[in-house]
């Protein structure tokens, strides 16, 4: 619809002052739906909090994403997206180790739904973190991630993720908090804030149980109502089977913009690292930009 059309001309007679109301009435309802029209979709691709831990120099690595949501939104976020009701939303992720403090790897997500296949381009990222993180009390990284998107998915052709790590471990409890800033280009881009936590309790090395907690509040500087807002709730374990790490979670949407329930799976396979390679550098070892002196005070 052109609003235009229906805005009064300098030569139209006068209007009747209900009709003046009912105008401005339904144009305030177009604008607020093209407006919820222009809220990004967010394809759950990747449900995972970052803890800053990476692969080995000289590295290889590969994730299987799973994400199912069992109950969902069934309208579409836009005009040509679907509804993410009964969608399976995965992402086949490789990474490969450039140092003890660096990482990088390439997404492939896609969705099924309705014996659809739908794929989602893909995305490449940067990893930078403290090294051996697992090992530490304190540990921060920050990834950087870009997209190319396809239209089911965004309306934006391109996006960006700055996603900060931080995370505190320590008598078999850890808490990490990502507070990621998603933005998207072009006529409908946004700047969002979409942070993710987790607080977990390690029962051994290769075993946890714990709560991670994901959101999207929507546009920084323009938070819509709470109950427009995603969040979501999960129960998770990891565990590793043999030599595959698993990664289990239920989840339960808070608000009516949340999806409503949503299971997820990662599993996890790391390549051996060639020999010699994680501490051999030579005279042109990259420096680390995680290795500031004004946070050496909190590596134990």
Not at 5 to 30: F, I, K, N, Q, Y
Request: glycine share 8%; aromatic share 14%; hydrophobic share 40%.
């Amino acid at each position: 619809m052109n609003v235009s059309d229906t805005s009064p001309s300098a030569t139209s007679p006068a209007r009747h002052p209900r009709g003046r109301a009912l105008e401005a009435a339904s144009a305030a309802a177009v604008i607020a739906i093209l407006g919820a029209w222009a809220s990004p979709a967010r394809a759950i691709d990747e449900i995972q909090v970052y803890n800053a831990a990476i692969v080995a120099p000289g590295q290889f690595a590969i994730q299987q994403h799973y994400n199912y949501v069992g109950i969902g939104q069934k309208d579409p976020p836009f005009p040509g997206g679907f509804p993410s009701n009964h969608s399976l939303n995965g992402t086949p992720e490789f990474a490969y180790g450039l140092t003890d403090w660096w990482e990088v790897g390439l997404y492939l997500p896609f969705a099924v739904q309705d014996d659809r296949f739908l794929s989602d381009t893909f995305k490449v990222r940067t990893l930078f973190v403290t090294p051996q993180a697992d090992k530490r009390t304190f540990f921060y990284g920050v990834n950087f991630e870009f997209g190319l998107t396809s239209p089911p998915f965004s309306q934006s052709r391109f996006e960006v993720e700055v996603r900060p790590i931080f995370g505190y471990r320590k008598d078999g409890w850890e808490f990490i908090v990502n507070p990621i800033v998603d933005a998207s280009f072009g006529r409908f881009g946004t700047l969002d804030f979409a942070p993710a936590a987790r607080v977990a309790r390690l029962l051994d090395h290769d075993v946890a149980l714990g709560l991670e907690y994901y959101a999207d509040f929507g546009e920084i500087g323009n938070f819509g109502k709470l109950a427009d807002q995603q969040h979501t709730l999960f129960a998770v374990t990891d565990f590793k089977l043999g030599e595959f790490d698993i990664d289990l979670g239920i989840g339960y949407g808070l608000t009516r913009a949340s999806d409503r329930l949503v299971a997820k799976t990662i599993i996890s396979y790391a390549f051996p690292p060639p020999d010699g390679s994680a501490d051999e550098y030579g005279p042109i070892a990259p420096v680390n930009p995680m290795s500031h002196t004004a946070l050496h005070g909190f590596q134990p």
